[in-house]
């Protein structure tokens, strides 16, 4: 049975670029959240998504943004790149995404490196 | 805003002793604290949670406890060994899969 997965691995780009992350989710979830890493320090949280639909935001500007499709896999989408957008992004996914928390199983992540 | 507070920021500990990780969170509506393992260029691995209506939950070796009261909770790994050296994270939810994760421990288990 495969857990998440996350393409591309690595991604190169330059300051102004947009980029598109996709992720999808353990065979059954619903939920897909999305998180940014970056070096050294704790995941933090960007957007949550459950039946397809935007249930929480992270403090993250509007550069930001994000989908969740009918089959449940993500993608997240960065505008207008950033020297700080680079990161570990990773995409989590849980069979339930309402008021009650459910455990969060996490992808291997894209790494993303702006130049 | 919403935090979580994680120390100490590196443990070296030798084979066989005991290694404990305490986090704290300022939102009081958090009722669920997971706790991650995450080793070099790998992605962050579930080891244990615990949900506010449990003091404490053990699982072999690991351990946490929960203090709601003072909004604390706490990793205890018991006979350490080199295999878990890694870095740990805390977490804190109030639903919605929104996790705030604490800034990480840095554990060496040292043979």
């Known amino acids: 049975d495969a857990g998440v997965t996350q393409s591309p691995t690595h991604l190169i780009k330059t300051r102004g670029q947009h980029v598109t992350l996709r992720c999808s989710p353990i065979s059954g979830h619903k939920s897909v959240s999305w998180y940014q890493q970056v070096l050294g320090q704790g995941p933090q949280f960007i957007f949550q998504y459950y039946e397809k639909e935007e249930r929480g935001r992270g403090n993250f500007p509007d550069r930001f943004s994000a989908r969740q499709f009918p089959n449940y896999s993500s993608e997240l989408n960065v505008n207008a790149l950033l020297l700080g957008d680079s990161a570990l992004y990773l995409c989590?996914?849980?069979?339930?995404?309402?008021?009650?928390?459910?455990?969060?199983?996490f992808g291997p992540g894209t790494r993303l490196t702006v130049l | 805003g919403e935090n979580v507070e994680q120390h100490p920021s590196t443990l070296s500990v030798q084979e066989g002793d005991s290694a404990v990780i305490k986090c704290t969170y300022s939102?009081?509506?958090?009722?669920?604290f997971p706790w991650y393992k995450q080793e070099l260029g790998k992605r962050p691995q579930l080891i244990i949670d615990?949900?506010?209506?449990?003091g404490e939950k053990k699982d072999q070796r690991i351990a946490v406890t929960l203090n709601k009261t003072a909004k604390h909770f706490s990793l205890h790994i018991t006979e350490t060994q080199p295999e878990d050296s890694a870095v740990y994270f805390c977490?804190?939810?109030?639903?919605?899969?929104?996790?705030?994760f604490g800034a990480g421990t840095r554990l060496a288990v040292h043979p």
């Open positions: 939102d009081s509506a958090s009722n669920y």
């Open positions: 977490a804190a939810s109030s639903g919605y899969n929104k996790l705030i």
């Open positions: 989590a996914s849980s069979l339930v995404g309402g008021r009650e928390q459910g455990e969060q199983f």
């Open positions: 615990i949900r506010s209506n449990v």
